[in-house]
């Protein structure tokens, strides 16, 4: 087993707000806790605080007409659905596309359409529209096809669209090239002239507003049309799972969508809880137990098993394909901790990893479809932005996939890397590529110069926000009820964290193979902890530690735990937060 290490995190207590948060007190009677940690999120007065906590969907969700380009798409939809002619739905293979594909299948479906359906295969296909899907939806008779987390870079393959008769619509979020789209309509808000002021949609959330557009329309024209909120679980699920910035927009549907998840009577949504264990729902249960079991299709097998679960209206083939789906995450798992044993055993054979400011690894044992998480696994360990490819030894190419860092935008060093890769695509923190096998030497150095280009030594320095610090003794059910209020938490309205000095390990015992539930003591109070892929931490009961982490309800035993980020023995005390 690796060994696990104890932090060198920079942990940074945030800057407190003494006037804000004590106005935030006076106005709502609500605690000095819930005060400072709003205000530590930029929600310094009783207006912003009083939108913060509410969410209101009629209140905060903008029109989708803010996008240039619906009116022409919802329109278009609509006709379709009233002439009979055949849509075609082309989405990714991970989360957001599944989530999103499964939006508008069942959106259309309610409208009295039968949808054709296309997911690309992860290793076979690879990202993004090709050839062979659009004529496969041709030959289903497509006449308007819809792209969902993918398309907003294909030029070519939506041509090949129009040269067969097929309108493209693109519900789209990733980079884009400049160069204006042959489609009917590009819904993309990262598009500097998409007109929506938000940028920070998902393809599920592209999707989701596309459904807005059309039941605006449906209803102009005196059409029944459905209620959106049913909608809500699976716009979330892709919102949780692609990691975008949980504010504005997304922290809305998402704060109302965790509540349809956990009262979903939807078939597939009740599977999914089942297997993966989910008793109460939150961003982490979403995360970290459904999300990963809808990706494993995607990951080793067929994606659409996933649209499939989502849509479907009978429980047992709900059941089965849930049941499925968890036993291939199963495997996923298995060959993630193989991959990573792997790469951590190139790195321990690298004489110049420890000079440099980035990974690029590859190898024709691994599995295209995991390489994504240990990419993000070496990240986590290593604070490094990460490269992992998986090379196809009978076609002399391979298919990579990265993450990054602060510091790093990954998609501009990858353009920098352009004239050695064969394809690439992506965002700031997370990335895929295609790359022939030889030219993997030539992407590590030019991958690494474009690091340094862009980088200091500071940046690859671990740094961890701290809210605030505490003592066992006051964490209660009043905290946890504040913490509950900040919901929904991911980028830009990150999980409230807190520093707890001087604590005393009682006991410890490895949970699983890989986590360490600990029995602390502080003062007169114990609790529990639990430090997750961190077994083998050097640490022994009478260790005295410093912990940052996040006070939680055990939905195992009931009662309250501290769920560890990062810790370290207390002999670093006067060095732990700055």
Known sequence: MRQSRLSTARWILRAAHPEEEAALCREFGMTPMLARLLCRRGVTTPAAAEAFLEAKLSKQLRSPRLFRAMDAAAERVVRAVESGERIGIYGDYDVDGISGSAILVSFLRALGQDPALHIPHRVRDG?????????????????????????????????????????????????????????????????????????????AGVAFYLAMGVRMHLREK??????????????????????????????????????????????????????????SVSTGTVGFRLAPRLNAGGRLADASKGVELL?????????????????????????????LD????????????????????????????????????LVERYYRPAVVIALDPEKGVGRGSCRGIAGVHLYQALERCRDVLQGFGGHRM???????????????????????????????????????????????????????????????????????????IVSRRVVGESHLKLYLRQGSRAMSAMAFRMADAPLAA????????????????????????????????AKSAT
Not at 165 to 190: M, R, T
């Open 430 to 504: 997370a990335a895929g590529l295609s790359i022939r096998s030889d030219d993997v030497p030539a992407l590590a150095e030019r991958f690494e110069a474009a690091v340094r280009a862009t980088t200091s030594a500071d940046d690859f320095v671990a740094r961890l926000e701290v809210d605030a610090e505490i003592r066992l003794d006051e964490i209660g059910d009043g905290l946890i009820a504040d913490l509950e209020r900040l919901e929904p938490f991911g980028p830009g309205n990150a999980e409230p964290t807190f520093l707890c000095r001087r604590a005393t």
């Open 542 to 573: 009478g260790d005295e530690v410093d912990l940052v982490g996040v006070p939680e309800r055990d939905d195992y035993s009931g009662g309250l735990r501290f769920r560890v980020k990062q810790l370290r023995k207390s002999e670093n005390a």
């Open 127 to 203: 990202y993004g529209l090709n050839d062979r899907g659009v004529r496969a939806l041709a030959e289903q008779g497509t006449r308007l096809m819809i792209t969902v987390d993918c398309g907003g870079s294909a030029h070519r393959e939506i041509g090949l669209a129009r040269q067969s008769g097929i309108d493209a619509i693109v519900c789209d979020h990733h980079q884009v090239s400049g160069q204006p789209l042959p489609a009917y309509a590009n819904l993309n808000p990262i598009e500097p002239d998409a007109g929506f002021p938000f940028s920070g949609l998902c393809g």
């Open 222 to 279: 005196g059409r029944e049309a459905p209620d959106l909120r049913r909608w809500l679980d699976l716009v979330t699920l892709g919102t949780i799972a692609d990691i975008v910035p949980m504010v504005e927009e997304n922290r809305v549907l998402v704060k109302h969508g965790l509540r349809e998840i956990a009262a979903s009577t939807r078939p597939g949504m009740v599977a999914l809880k089942q297997v993966g264990g989910v008793s």
């Open 342 to 377: 792997d790469a951590l055993a190139q790195i321990e054979r690298d004489p110049e990893f420890a000079s440099r400011r980035s990974i690029v690894l590859a190898s024709s044992d691994w599995h295209a479809g995991v390489v994504g998480i240990v990419a993000s696994r």
């Open 311 to 339: 849509t479907t209206d009978d429980p047992e083939v709900a059941r089965r394909l849930a049941a499925d789906l968890d036993q291939e995450n199963r495997a996923r798992q298995a060959i993630e901790e193989e991959i």
